[in-house]
């Protein structure tokens, strides 16, 4: 049976599309098939697969607002074997108000996904930095959560928030969701400022941070301009070094 695993953080630049794209991208070397869900209105895992945006018929707007299109229709290939997506579109962004009146409302995502939930070892959900009806759309449907979090003198803040909208949608909507892994992200080891951080987080959530950090790396940062993963940008830099290291410790999880 495949594993659901949204990513989320409501705090912008944490590196969570990073770690979505990255991830699934070093899931699918290791012989897994994998689909992103492109839950974020900027839409950047899309476009970090190179998706051209613009040229899109449909979307998972169209999914969650139409009701009428099947969720195959709107799978598209990406640059990496077994790694499919399906995109966003800028439309997203007026779904929270769309979806206000919809029955169900935060369980579209999940129905509108049953028919293709076993044919994929892993689906990834990348939800949008808030904690909005998107983002409760993809913490309903997921079995786990993984929070990348960034080493910084902030990086705490906010997370009792989002602990404890995780910890509402297992009571009242998903008794199943858990949260697997909390991913320290843009580690500069070479600050002392970023080592505090680290150890602050290490400590305040001892048996859910992984052993895997991920280091700040210059090829992570230009690999999206490229339309690619890593893994196929800069197969041997400290970010794909990272990342596989990533993905054989969520496997484990």
Do not use: W
Request: glycine content about 6%; aromatic content about 4%.
């Amino acid at each position: 049976m495949g594993r659901t695993i949204a990513l989320a953080n409501q705090k912008g630049g944490c590196g969570k599309t990073t770690t979505c794209v990255n991830l699934g991208a070093s899931l699918s070397s290791e012989g897994y098939s994998v689909l992103i869900i492109d839950l974020d209105p900027q839409a950047n895992a899309t476009i970090h697969l190179g998706i051209d945006i613009h040229k899109l018929t449909n979307s998972i707007y169209d999914i969650l607002i139409g009701g009428q299109t099947n969720i195959s229709s709107i799978i598209l290939n990406t640059p990496v074997k077994r790694l499919k997506i399906t995109p966003s579109h800028i439309n997203l962004s007026g779904a929270e108000i769309e979806l206000v009146n919809t029955i169900g409302r935060e369980r579209v995502l999940k129905e509108a996904i049953l028919p293709i939930k076993d044919n994929y070892d892993y689906i990834l959900i990348d939800c949008p930095p808030s904690l909005g009806l998107l983002t409760l759309n993809g913490l309903t449907t997921a079995d786990e959560v993984i929070i990348p979090l960034q080493t910084e003198f902030f990086a705490l803040e906010g997370m009792d928030k989002l602990l404890k909208t995780i910890q509402i949608v297992k009571e009242k909507l998903n008794h199943n969701l858990k949260i697997t892994a909390i991913v320290p992200t843009l580690f500069s080891k070479n600050t002392r400022l970023a080592q505090e951080a680290l150890k602050k987080i290490a400590v305040h959530f001892k048996d859910k941070i992984t052993g895997t950090v991920i280091r700040r790396n210059i090829k992570l940062a230009e690999a999206p301009s490229h339309g690619l993963p890593i893994t196929l940008y800069a197969p041997s830099s400290y970010g794909a070094v990272d990342y596989k290291r990533l993905a054989l410790e969520v496997i484990k999880r």
